[in-house]
Structure formats: structure tokens, C-alpha cells
């Protein structure tokens, strides 16, 4: 069984300039999850997709911070403009259903912006 | 504030003795943990996890143990192997998005 792909793997970028990060959940996975990681941090949650719906952004930073799952598959998170603290991995995860906890990790996307 | 709390930052053990790492939650409306490994450069995977209905499961070498009156849970890697050099992330839920501490690096040593 393929697990979750993400791309790309590493990305730089300088502040103000615009990231798109896509993802490939485990085929069949309803719930897909985006998590940010700073350095010397758990991750933490950004946004909960179940099939193409969102479940929970309350801590997605909407106002340069935007994600979809169009198709209820992959999903894309992008950050447009982009600011230093936002230097981080973006962990996207998938779950079988709703309010699975043992949650399937991608590999990540490591993002520098300077 | 927070909430999955892990004081060790890192921890060192000799190979074939007991790993035991350590997590405190504040939130008491938590019911559900679970135990993550990460390799470098990979995401975390999920080890094992616990129902507050429970004060110990077990999964071959490893065993994690609550503690609710506490607010504490423990992770025991018995006998400890050098591929369980990794960095160890406590999370917890109730109901709710799953709270991750900060992670206790372990370092098996041969």
C-alpha cells in the first residue's frame, strides 16, 4: 500500500513571495489532515478535511493561509504572502474515517523563507 | 499554553536496557493518547496508544502506561534497540484535534 505522498520536499522561498504544497493521501483515506511543525515543536494542526469538506481550520491563519480538496483526493495549502515565521515542515496526514486518531504521516515539506 | 507537556528534551540509554519516556497533559477533558516515532526526514508514525479507560497497554517491547489522577503517561521500551533512536512525540485528544507535545529525542546507544 502506497502512503502519503507530498511535494515537493524541501522549498525556499523569500518573505512576501507566494508557496503551494501539494499532497496524496493513502487511496480509500477519507480525512486528510495539514500540520505545521516549526523547529523544536510538535506538529500542529492547520486544517481537517473529511472528503472534500472542511471539519476544522480554527487555526489555520486565513488570512494568508489557504488549503482545498477539491476532489475529496489530494489537496493543495498554499501561503501567499509568506513571512519568516513561517519557516517550518507542513506535515499532511490521512485517516481511514472521522476522528481516526492513529493518523498516516507523509514525509513532509521542509519551507525556508528568508 | 500547553497543553501535552514533555520535559525531557533527550534522553540516552544503552542498548538492551529501558527506554522510559515521559508526558503530562493539563487538559482533564482528554481520553485518548497515543505515542509517535519519527525518523529524519520521515513523518511521524504511529507506535501505540492508550484509552483513558485503560491504565496500561501492551504491544511487545512496548508499553505505555496512564496515570489519569496524575495527569501522566509513560512510554517503556523494554529491551531498547538501536533502531529506537528516533524522536518519541506524546499526543493527546478528546473529541478534539490531536495535541502533540514537543518530542523527547532518543539515542540508543550499542
Known amino acids: 500500500e502506497a502512503g502519503v505522498a507530498q511535494s515537493p520536499r524541501y522549498k525556499i522561498i523569500e518573505k512576501r513571495q507566494s508557496v503551494a504544497f501539494w499532497c496524496n493521501p493513502i487511496s480509500g483515506h477519507a480525512t486528510l489532515y495539514w500540520y505545521q511543525q516549526i523547529l523544536g515543536q510538535g506538529p500542529k494542526l492547520l486544517i481537517q478535511?473529511?472528503?472534500?469538506?472542511?471539519?476544522?481550520d480554527s487555526q489555520l491563519p486565513k488570512d494568508r493561509f489557504s488549503a482545498e480538496r477539491l476532489k475529496g483526493v489530494d489537496s493543495t495549502l498554499k501561503i501567499q504572502p509568506a513571512k519568516l515565521e513561517d519557516s517550518a515542515v507542513y506535515l499532511c496526514a490521512s485517516s481511514p474515517g472521522q476522528g481516526d486518531y492513529e493518523q498516516y504521516f507523509g514525509p513532509g515539506t521542509r519551507l525556508t523563507v528568508t | 499554553d500547553q497543553q501535552v507537556k514533555q520535559n525531557s528534551p533527550s534522553l540516552s540509554v544503552q542498548e538492551g536496557r529501558i527506554s522510559i519516556l515521559n508526558c503530562d497533559y493539563t487538559n482533564s477533558m482528554f481520553d485518548y493518547f497515543l505515542w509517535y516515532k519519527k525518523y529524519p526526514a520521515e513523518g511521524p508514525t504511529f507506535l501505540i496508544s492508550i484509552s483513558s479507560i485503560k491504565d496500561k497497554n501492551e504491544d511487545g517491547r512496548f508499553t505505555v502506561f496512564l496515570n489519569k489522577s496524575a495527569k501522566h503517561l509513560s512510554l517503556h521500551i523494554v529491551p531498547s534497540q538501536p533502531g529506537d533512536s528516533a524522536v518519541y512525540f506524546c499526543a493527546a485528544s478528546g473529541n478534539t484535534p490531536l495535541v502533540f507535545g514537543k518530542g523527547t529525542r532518543l539515542s540508543v546507544i550499542a
Open positions: 478535511f473529511q472528503n472534500n469538506g472542511v471539519v476544522d
